[in-house]
């Protein structure tokens, strides 16, 4: 029903066209960010001495408070660094980074009419996701958009969630070892350009879900990395996620309501939910285990806990402003986000105790 409902027929008619006009424009700044990061070895042979040190990675079920948890120590900006969106999006090569910064520059003393043009594009366009994930151009973001001139972001699932080639990306550590090892040398790539860009003595404080079956490769691949693992009700957290996606989805011709999306992404998270428990064990004074329900009644308690686990040192007077407010506005936050198991052909017992009996395809 879900497959030839005439709702679903216009979606997918809708897609085809969508894609057949985004993917070549896409394809054409992902292969410009290629040329501007080979560009970068020549302009800044010095990007190969920068050191990453103690990186602190948020991991995590979508949908469980990462988002929280990151801009609340991104706050800290005396001790962290966090790449933004317009980073990730527009400049993820150092030459990009600069020019950007020039032009905003620029605008500025032209009183900033590209800019002011800018921030009513996104109010208009992004505001439109408040509900699921508020961002900005400015905010902290998922550095995984990072690896999207490398094919290796789970984002693509968006316009192929058919593809094995995505399902591998989300499963990272199925991939081979030496694809694995490309994607890590990637990000790399992409953490020295920031750092370079942001300051060499800032920590790098990254915040991605999709980075959950990462974990133990980026452990061995910054051996003085720390990990904070959030989690959260699996009931709550799969039509949470499924819900979120769908508008993206249906902007490609798909629905998560696809018995087989639903499928492959509640194994995906019953399998997140089995690596955090495992992690927790596994890396000891390396890792945090954040539970939602927690951070949701006392942020700042979580905070604190992971401050001294750490040995993270006191934000300074400014910070603290900041995060004070940010703080608040955690505490009263109230989602409107609605969504239901029950809208998926799910029950609690399909996802509650990690049951993979769930609806097959057909």
């Known amino acids: 029903m879900v497959w030839t409902s005439p709702e679903r027929k216009k979606i997918r008619v809708a897609g085809v066209i969508t894609k057949s006009l985004l993917l070549p ?74 020019l950007c910064w020039a032009g905003y520059k620029i605008d500025a003393a032209l009183g900033a009419p590209i800019w002011k043009l800018l921030s009513l594009l996104q109010d208009h366009l992004i505001s439109s996701f408040d509900d699921i994930h508020p961002t900005r151009l ?62 060499e003595e ?27 693992g959030t989690h959260r009700d699996l009931a709550s957290v799969v039509p949470s996620q499924l819900s979120s996606i769908n508008g ?23 399998d997140y939910k089995e690596r955090l428990t495992a992690y927790q064990n596994g890396l000891n004074t390396r890792y945090v285990d954040v539970d939602f329900d927690v951070l949701i009644r006392s942020p700042e308690s979580v905070i604190e806990e992971i401050y001294k686990k750490f040995h993270i040192p006191s934000r300074n007077e400014s910070d603290s402003v900041v995060f004070d407010r940010l703080l608040m506005a955690a505490r009263s936050y109230k989602s409107k986000h609605a969504y239901s198991l029950y809208e998926f052909g799910l029950q609690s017992d399909d996802v509650g105790r990690g049951s993979t009996t769930l609806p097959s395809k057909g």
């Open 25 to 98: 424009v896409i394809v054409m700044i992902l292969l410009i960010h290629r040329m501007a990061l080979m560009l970068d070895v020549i302009l800044f042979p010095h990007l190969k001495n920068v050191e990453i040190n103690k990186p602190l990675f948020i991991v995590g079920l979508p949908r469980s408070g990462t988002t929280t948890v990151h801009r609340l120590m991104a706050s800290h900006s005396e001790q962290f660094t966090s790449m933004p969106l317009w980073e990730l999006i527009f400049a993820p090569a150092l030459c990009q980074k600069y």
């Open 248 to 270: 993206g989805l249906q902007l490609f011709g798909h629905t998560s309501k696809d018995p087989w999306i639903i499928r492959q992404f509640s194994g995906l998270l019953i």
């Open 202 to 228: 800032l920590r790098l404080l990254s915040k991605n879900p999709s980075f959950t079956t990462w974990v133990r490769d980026l452990a061995d691949e910054f051996p003085d990395a720390d990990f904070i």
């Open 138 to 199: 400015t905010d902290p973001e998922e550095d995984y958009l990072g690896l999207l001139p490398f094919d290796g972001c789970f984002l693509r699932f968006l316009m192929f969630p058919y593809a094995k080639s995505t399902w591998a990306i989300g499963n990272f550590s199925s991939l081979p070892s030496a694809k694995r090892q490309r994607l890590l040398t990637a990000y790399r790539s992409i953490v020295k350009r920031h750092l370079a860009f942001r300051g």
